[in-house]
């Protein structure tokens, strides 16, 4: 590794909530630097998912988050010559972000509506434990359960 390692920033809360997850979402969701937009489809969404539930949005949020984030992950490593697919547990800031990079891959996936109506499904979707969020998360799963035999590779 060259130079120093990049220091860790602290994010504030968003406008809304002032919840530090819900900000770093919002940042996940932004392209091109347009946070106000981005902002407007998350806050859309979780208006969405309380219409639909009755319950607090940033509740479901978080179940939703829980459900997806992976707790294994398979890491290519180079052993005499053969590469192998080593399961390594995930830390948690990566277990948020995999879970985050998810739920909106999948929510960008789907077309037809706007972003904050995909956004809104995938998150009450995945709250339930159904979803192409959790189906994601499942096949990693099913990567790291298949290679359990290369573990002792992790060190």
Aim: charged share 35%; glycine share 8%.
């Amino acid at each position: 590794m060259r130079g120093k390692q990049a220091p860790k920033r602290k994010i504030d809360g968003d406008v809304r909530f002032n919840d530090v997850d819900v900000a770093k979402f919002i940042n996940y969701i932004m392209k091109d630097g347009k946070k106000t937009v981005a902002q407007k489809v998350v806050y859309d969404s979780f208006e969405i998912v309380k219409k639909e539930t009755k319950q607090d949005p940033r509740h479901i949020f978080n179940k939703a988050l829980k459900k997806i984030s992976p707790l294994l992950e398979v890491r290519g490593k180079r052993v005499g010559g053969a590469n192998y697919q080593v399961p390594f547990q995930v830390r948690g800031e990566r277990r948020f972000t995999l879970g985050c990079r998810w739920l909106i891959e999948a929510s960008r996936a789907k077309k037809g509506k706007s972003m904050a109506e995909n956004l809104a499904d995938e998150i009450i979707l995945a709250a339930k434990g159904e979803g192409a969020a959790v189906r994601k998360r499942e096949t990693v799963h099913k990567m790291a359960e298949s290679n359990r035999a290369f573990a002792h590779f992790s060190r």
